[in-house]
């Protein structure tokens, strides 16, 4: 059976893509959390480096970019972790590393 242009069109634009890393590139797979904001998605070993990292983003502060999480332009942290530079705020990294903490103590062993 052949399929019409039209359905071949629809299907790609329906078709499920893959979810990446903003920053890194890597894809989600077994064992690699991911943090969705709107269109962009971090995993977990960026949004830990960028935590890491807060004292000393906030020592070489880069001028004021739109941050691609919650949309406020406040001075980022630039996550350059294989690919190219990712604007997010130092409000969102300290909220998604909270997620991550807490899905941590969440899943951990029962006390």
């Known amino acids: 059976m052949r399929l019409t242009e039209g359905v071949r069109r629809w299907l ?4 499920v893509r893959p979810v990446h890393c903003g920053a890194c590139g890597e894809p989600k ?6 943090i969705s904001g709107p269109g962009v998605y971090l995993c977990e070993p960026c949004v830990r480096d960028a935590a890491a990292s807060l004292v000393d983003s906030a020592a070489g502060a880069a001028a004021p970019a739109r941050c691609r999480f ?3 332009t406040q001075p980022p ?3 350059v972790h294989g690919r190219a530079p990712l604007p ?4 969102c990294v300290r909220l998604m590393d909270g997620i991550l903490t807490e ?3 969440r ?5």
């Open 29 to 34: 797979g077994v064992g690699r959390r991911m």
């Open 103 to 105: 899905d941590d103590a």
């Open 107 to 111: 899943s951990g062993p029962a006390a």
């Open 12 to 15: 790609r634009r329906h078709a």
């Open 88 to 91: 997010v705020c130092v409000a």
């Open 77 to 79: 942290v630039r996550l």
């Open 70 to 72: 919650c949309g406020q």
